[in-house]
């Protein structure tokens, strides 16, 4: 009988039932994921295509102001002259005509200075030039756009005339400015939250950039970015747009990794709840079925103490008693022994070799002949922290096992020996041995080689070893035909 496949069984069931879920769960947010790529995708295609025809729109603006410039500096060049031919001229006839061009300047600011910078008259002027009265600084660098005008006044009196592009250019010209400006940060701060950077035609100068992008290495990010979009920059002619996926979506990306994670760290917890709660159930279960079964021999074992009194008293029976005395005495000690199950035992520094001894003459009696029993010590004594009755307990399930291993015939060695703080006692059969693969196997609760097995002796043995004693139990080496060696490992 093999309990334990069963549980193999549903442990493969779980598993696949759990891989199920995470291939079902990924493939569902990959596809969710594409279709969120291809709507961004498409948004910025959308915004790239309208970034596109405003760039068009501002390159047009840009034409129609470059014209618009000429004309204006056509029209500043004619009053420049103007008034130079009317300081030089001698002719009434052309003073007149340079008069009225003069005289029709309403648009172009100019200041007249003395040889000092002193102002001496201003036309056509800001309000925050219209009180200066001395032509200094900055205001002189506003007014030196074109070289100025000399008048000679006097043959020894000169002044000057600064003046600037007409105000109606010079109001066009921001307005302009504002819409270029206006164009790049709606590039860079984009409806679709995308990270840009615009680079000149040599793609080694950056005009502007918007989002988190890094550019600092400027091949990497054109070799790992999306486009590059075309356009016509105003003043840098033309240009490209490159642009990266968008935060939400990178992030995204991710998502489908950190679910697989979730996924599998919630169903390991759930496994290991599972697990301590059924390991704790099987407890509760091993304890009460131990106690009850001690309970039960209770009765029996003192009613068969009154009546091995009573045979004691015969002398043709009291051989027979004194030796059912002997069992009934086994008989205690094995209802002990479930009692102890579930309680937390007494430990106490014992001589190991002699529990041991005790076990071997017990077991002597009652295997087989052709079975031989060895028994090797370092020491006269190697002492322990264990329970005599539990480690008793485990030493004789482990001779059973290896009865049942050598079918009646073959040598049992246990050796013992100390290392450091530590105790080792090594259980040698000539059976049929353990397969590798079933090493821990064999341990488990329910798995048995035998057809009326229940597989509780090495369970139990591991049980006592390991949860009573903090120790270890384990086969040390095993091979088909040759034999088994278990280990038990306690501490002084």
Same mark, same amino acid.
């Given at each position: 009988?093999?309990?334990?496949?069963?549980?193999?069984?549903?442990?493969?069931?779980?598993?696949?039932?759990?891989?199920? =879920?995470?291939?079902?769960?990924?493939?569902?947010?990959?596809?969710?994921?594409?279709?969120?790529?291809?709507?961004?995708?498409?948004?910025?295609?959308?915004?790239?295509?309208?970034?596109?025809?405003?760039?068009?729109?501002?390159?047009?603006?840009?034409?129609?102001?470059?014209?618009?410039?000429?004309?204006?500096?056509?029209?500043?060049?004619?009053?420049?002259?103007?008034?130079?031919?009317?300081?030089?001229?001698?002719?009434?006839?052309?003073?007149?005509?340079?008069?009225?061009? =003069?005289? *029709?300047? /309403?648009?172009?600011?100019?200041?007249?200075?003395?040889?000092?910078?002193?102002?001496?008259?201003?036309? @056509?002027?800001?309000?925050?030039?219209?009180?200066?009265?001395?032509?200094?600084?900055?205001?002189?660098?506003?007014?030196?756009?074109?070289? #100025?005008?000399?008048? @000679?006044?006097?043959?020894?009196?000169?002044?000057?005339?600064?003046?600037?592009?007409?105000?109606?250019?010079?109001?066009?010209?921001?307005?302009?400015?504002?819409?270029?400006?206006?164009?790049?940060?709606?590039?860079?701060?984009?409806?679709?939250?995308?990270?840009?950077?615009?680079? /000149?035609?040599?793609?080694?100068?950056?005009?502007?950039?918007?989002?988190? $992008? /890094?550019?600092?290495?400027?091949?990497?990010?054109?070799?790992?970015?999306?486009?590059?979009?075309?356009?016509?920059?105003?003043?840098?002619?033309?240009?490209?747009?490159?642009?990266?996926?968008?935060?939400?979506?990178?992030?995204?990306?991710?998502?489908?990794?950190?679910?697989?994670?979730?996924?599998?760290?919630?169903?390991?917890?759930?496994?290991?709840?599972?697990?301590?709660?059924?390991?704790?159930?099987?407890?509760?279960?091993?304890? *009460?079925?131990?106690?009850?079964?001690?309970?039960?021999?209770?009765? #029996?074992?003192?009613?068969?103490?009154?009546?091995?009194?009573?045979?004691?008293?015969?002398?043709?029976?009291?051989?027979?008693?004194?030796?059912?005395?002997?069992?009934?005495?086994?008989?205690?000690?094995?209802?002990?022994?479930?009692?102890?199950?579930?309680?937390? #035992?007494?430990?106490?520094?014992?001589?190991?070799?002699?529990? %041991?001894?005790?076990?071997?003459?017990?077991?002597?009696?009652?295997?087989?002949?052709?079975?031989?029993?060895?028994?090797?010590?370092?020491?006269?004594?190697?002492?322990?922290?264990? @329970?005599?009755?539990?480690?008793?307990?485990?030493?004789?399930?482990?001779?059973?096992?290896?009865?049942?291993?050598?079918?009646?015939?073959?040598?049992?060695?246990?050796?013992?020996?100390?290392?450091?703080?530590?105790?080792? %006692?090594?259980?040698? /059969?000539?059976?049929?041995?353990?397969?590798?693969?079933?090493?821990?196997?064999?341990?488990? #609760?329910?798995?048995?080689?035998?057809?009326?097995?229940?597989?509780?002796?090495?369970?139990?043995?591991?049980?006592?070893?390991?949860?009573?004693?903090?120790?270890? $139990?384990?086969?040390?080496?095993?091979?088909?035909?040759? *034999?088994?060696?278990?280990?038990?490992?306690?501490?002084?």
């Amino acid at each position: 009988m093999n309990i334990y496949s069963h549980k193999n069984s549903w442990k493969i069931f779980l598993f696949v039932f759990a891989a199920l =879920i995470i291939l079902v769960s990924t493939w569902f947010t990959h596809n969710y994921l594409r279709k969120i790529a291809r709507e961004e995708k498409a948004a910025v295609e959308i915004w790239a295509k309208a970034i596109s025809r405003k760039a068009h729109l501002v390159n047009y603006t840009k034409l129609l102001f470059d014209d618009l410039q000429r004309q204006e500096r056509k029209s500043v060049q004619i009053w420049s002259e103007a008034t130079k031919r009317f300081i030089d001229s001698d002719y009434e006839s052309d003073i007149k005509f340079y008069t009225d061009i =003069i005289s *029709g300047n /309403d648009n172009i600011p100019v200041i007249v200075t003395d040889i000092n910078g002193v102002v001496v008259a201003k036309n @056509n002027l800001d309000a925050a030039f219209d009180t200066i009265t001395v032509l200094t600084g900055k205001t002189l660098e506003n007014f030196t756009t074109y070289p #100025p005008i000399v008048a @000679n006044i006097f043959s020894d009196l000169q002044q000057y005339i600064y003046y600037q592009d007409s105000r109606i250019f010079s109001q066009l010209k921001h307005t302009l400015d504002d819409l270029v400006q206006s164009f790049l940060d709606e590039v860079v701060e984009n409806s679709v939250s995308t990270p840009v950077v615009i680079l /000149d035609s040599t793609r080694t100068h950056i005009i502007s950039q918007g989002g988190q $992008i /890094d550019t600092t290495n400027l091949e990497k990010l054109i070799a790992e970015s999306n486009g590059p979009i075309t356009v016509e920059m105003p003043e840098f002619g033309t240009s490209y747009i490159y642009y990266q996926d968008s935060p939400l979506l990178t992030q995204l990306r991710y998502f489908p990794i950190i679910l697989l994670v979730v996924i599998a760290l919630f169903l390991l917890i759930a496994y290991i709840l599972f697990s301590i709660s059924r390991k704790a159930e099987q407890n509760q279960v091993w304890a *009460g079925m131990a106690k009850e079964s001690a309970h039960q021999l209770g009765t #029996p074992i003192s009613s068969l103490i009154g009546w091995i009194e009573i045979l004691k008293e015969k002398e043709e029976s009291r051989m027979e008693a004194l030796e059912m005395e002997k069992d009934i005495v086994r008989l205690q000690h094995v209802s002990e022994r479930f009692s102890k199950i579930g309680s937390k #035992p007494v430990l106490a520094r014992t001589d190991i070799n002699s529990v %041991i001894a005790e076990v071997i003459d017990y077991m002597k009696i009652r295997s087989p002949r052709r079975v031989k029993y060895e028994f090797q010590t370092e020491e006269s004594s190697c002492p322990a922290k264990i @329970n005599p009755l539990l480690f008793s307990w485990v030493m004789e399930n482990l001779l059973k096992n290896s009865l049942d291993a050598m079918d009646g015939q073959g040598l049992i060695s246990i050796a013992t020996s100390s290392q450091g703080r530590k105790v080792i %006692i090594d259980i040698t /059969d000539t059976g049929k041995g353990v397969p590798k693969g079933k090493y821990k196997v064999i341990f488990n #609760p329910g798995y048995s080689t035998k057809s009326r097995g229940w597989g509780l002796g090495l369970s139990l043995a591991r049980r006592i070893i390991a949860n009573y004693h903090r120790g270890k $139990i384990f086969v040390k080496s095993s091979a088909p035909d040759a *034999g088994t060696t278990f280990r038990i490992i306690l501490n002084e």
